[in-house]
């Protein structure tokens, strides 16, 4: 049983800071790829931030220089610093991770998602 634990949403005021966790647990053989997405109220969902197996990070232009992703590949835990927050920046954040189990079955798994709210 795999799952995604996200923590770390909440309200904020314009130009503040907050810091999203998300671990993986379960019968985990290693991680492929792990990240975050978020959808605003109306908008498809859209990539913030995530790493693949060949260790590259990307992010999504509208975080560039915002937002700093990193990860605990001990604890299997990725986060997500968020600064300079901005009311667009408003949108229920999703941790997503492509795992690799015992019998080399990759498989892709969400979170359930943290509301972040930016407004004064």
């Known amino acids: 049983q795999v799952q995604l634990v996200e923590s770390g949403g909440g309200l904020v005021q314009p130009g503040g800071s907050l810091r999203l966790s998300c671990t993986a647990s379960?019968?985990?053989?290693?991680?492929?790829?792990m990240g975050w997405y978020r959808q605003a109220p109306g908008k498809e969902r859209e990539l913030v931030a995530a790493f693949t197996s060949g260790g590259v990070t990307n992010y999504g232009d509208s975080v560039k220089g915002r937002f700093t992703f990193s990860r605990d590949n001990a604890k299997n835990t990725v986060y997500l610093q968020m600064n300079s927050l901005k009311p667009e920046d408003t949108a229920v954040y999703y941790c997503?991770?492509?795992?690799?189990?015992?019998?080399?079955?990759?498989?892709?798994?969400w979170g359930k998602g943290a509301l972040v709210t930016v407004s004064s």
């Open positions: 997503n991770a492509d795992l690799l189990h015992s019998d080399l079955t990759l498989m892709d798994y």
């Open positions: 379960g019968s985990i053989f290693s991680i492929n790829a």
